[in-house]
């Protein structure tokens, strides 16, 4: 009886690797629910790009090929045979693909991949198909998402690979990031895995232009996130995603607003003359919108003195506030159309941050153990710098609490706190509660 079922097993073996070897779009792999064999056909299962294993024999299959792998190759290390060679290495890729498949949360046998792929037993192509079809019934395991990047690492600094197969490897992933994070809710290890995907360009592969990138990823993410109120780790990919925007050229912000639906500078216009101070010179949407950047952060945060020698980037203030005005936009019309959602708020606070924190960069100020202190330049560094930074003067919080920008945002969420709070959400005391104690303006709201 023991000897038909190995055979059996063996007969899965030489299936699945026939499937894999001779097919090399496999994108799906799972376990089709079948109680018994009473057809007396190969459990092996493959229909277009897709492969199966029928439920009954995963159990005879894995400790089978599971078992063999301890005692050949993993158990002990000082006979040859556990180490991969050109002798064994069939014999050993069939038995790992197997295994992990149907269980990928074992660290040792992606170790043993690994081995193989530096001894070139494996290719680096095929590997990441096979993590494509381990993450297909598997969206969330951390060790498939692992490898894949050591593989991916490994092929972007290669310098004789090109551009073309760069840019197709990076569309893959993250296809294969968004169906994870569609199979599976609060799927951390996927976005964290695009996440690495955009640094590791950027720190890697110099030549490679990411402007155009990070505005695709930015309206992925809107959308994702709109349609997604409850999953917090799409969220905090989107917050990502605003910080590189940031950093975007000219060119490619001139780009950006053409690819999304509003004009940034009018809604940005009508974000300050809504929530408008009362006691200060009254400006209208049409004179906002024509004002030039310097002009624009000079009505909003007036002159500052700078404690070095680098220039004021008022294009790029003025960037910044124009995105989280917007980011406010539809964080309010979510937050009206699905209440009561604790992720949305979490998000809230993220863009009040970010505008207080533009404020304090703007007066050269940080918060640091919860005091404004001068902040220092890293790319003017003196002594005579570092001496003077010392908790701020009376003067300084004044221009910052009677700065417009300042007032707006205060205004702006004390109208929205107070209107959610109507609405029963509790969720608004907490936030204005983090606008106190958190960004330290208890003194003011």
């Known amino acids: 009886m023991d000897e038909d079922k190995f055979a059996l097993v063996e007969k899965i073996l030489k299936d699945v690797d026939n499937v894999m070897s001779k097919n090399a779009e496999l994108n799906a792999f799972d376990i089709v629910p079948v109680e018994s064999n009473n057809q007396n056909k190969s459990p092996v299962l493959h229909l277009e790009n897709c492969l199966g294993l029928e439920s009954w024999c995963v159990k005879h299959v894995y400790m089978y090929c599971y078992s063999e792998l301890m005692d050949k190759y993993l158990s002990k290390p000082k006979r040859r045979i556990s180490k991969p060679s050109s002798m064994n290495s069939e014999r050993l890729n069939k038995l790992l693909n197997v295994t992990l498949l149907l269980n990928p949360e074992i660290p040792s046998l992606w170790n043993k991949r690994r081995e193989m792929v530096l001894k070139s037993l494996l290719e680096k192509s095929v590997e990441l198909q096979f993590t494509r079809l381990v993450l297909s019934r598997k969206p969330k395991c951390n060790d498939a998402f692992a490898y894949r990047r050591w593989l991916l690492e490994a092929i972007f600094r290669d310098e004789t690979v090109q551009s073309n197969y760069i840019e197709d490897l990076v569309n893959e992933d993250l296809t294969i990031c968004e169906l994870a994070a569609y199979k599976c809710a609060n799927n951390y290890h996927s976005w964290n895995h695009r996440m690495w995907l955009l640094k590791t360009l950027k720190n890697i592969r110099k030549q490679f ?13 809107e959308r994702w996130s709109s349609n997604h109120v409850s999953d917090f780790s799409c969220f905090h990919y989107r917050q990502f995603c605003i910080n590189n925007i940031f950093t975007i050229s000219q060119e490619s912000w001139s780009t950006l607003e053409n690819s999304v639906d509003v004009n940034l500078r009018k809604n940005l216009a ?12 009254q400006v209208t949407e ?7 950047d310097e002009k624009l952060i000079n009505l909003l945060l007036g002159y500052a003195v700078k404690n070095c020698n680098c220039l004021q980037n008022n294009a790029l203030e003025s960037r910044k506030l124009e995105i989280l005005c917007q980011e406010f936009a539809l964080n309010n019309e979510l937050l009206r159309f699905y209440k009561y959602h604790e992720t949305l708020w979490y998000h809230r606070r993220f863009i009040a941050h970010e505008v207080i924190t533009l404020i304090y960069e703007h007066f050269d100020l940080v918060r640091q153990n919860g005091a404004l202190v001068k902040n220092v ?11 003077k930074q010392a908790k701020i003067v009376r003067y300084d919080s004044n221009r910052i609490y009677s700065s417009i920008l300042f ?7 004390k109208k929205f706190v107070e209107e959610r709070r109507n609405d029963c959400d509790t969720y608004a005391d907490r936030h204005e509660k983090f606008l ?6 208890n003194n003011v709201i």
């Open 407 to 413: 007032n707006i945002l205060l205004s702006h969420e």
């Open 377 to 387: 330049c890293r790319k003017c560094n003196k002594e005579e710098i570092r001496q």
């Open 270 to 281: 009508s974000f300050i003359v809504q929530n408008y101070p009362n006691d200060a010179v």
């Open 286 to 292: 049409e004179n906002i919108v024509s004002y030039s």
């Open 436 to 441: 106190k104690y958190v960004e330290g303006l």
């Open 209 to 221: 232009d990411l402007n155009f990138l990070y505005i695709k990823e930015y309206g992925f993410s």
